[in-house]
């Protein structure tokens, strides 16, 4: 990704294009398949999610942030799994919890 740094200040360039600036750990991942389709976390508390994110880097399945439980979240605070996806209906986007940012 290149930058250019001054002092305190980082600046993310943008890619070729107007492309979003590219993520490393979006480069690193490798294929997974998702472990399920509901919320483990949601469903042992008898609630529900509004939208699912699968880790792109173990498969785990989660509700995401616009969730009541932020499980998503959670999983990546416990684990370090950068990238998660969402799944359901188009559109689908991957989300870096390093950079805050869809990747």
Do not use: F
């Not at 939208?51 to 792109?56: G, I, Q, V």
């Not at 999983?75 to 940012?101: F, K, M, N």
Request: charged content about 20%; hydrophobic content about 35%; glycine content about 8%.
């Amino acid at each position: 990704m290149p930058l250019e740094a001054e002092g305190p200040i980082v600046i993310v360039r943008a890619g070729p294009n107007g492309q979003a600036p590219r993520c490393e750990h979006a480069d690193e991942l490798k294929a997974v398949e998702y472990r399920s389709a509901e919320c483990p976390g949601c469903l042992a508390r008898g609630q529900t999610w509004t939208r699912l994110t699968m880790c792109l880097s173990c498969g785990w399945v989660a509700c995401s942030d616009g969730s009541w439980n932020g499980h998503a979240r959670a999983h990546y605070q416990e684990t370090d799994h950068p990238v998660a996806a969402a799944l359901g209906p188009p559109p689908i986007s991957r989300w870096c919890y390093v950079h805050r940012r869809t990747v």
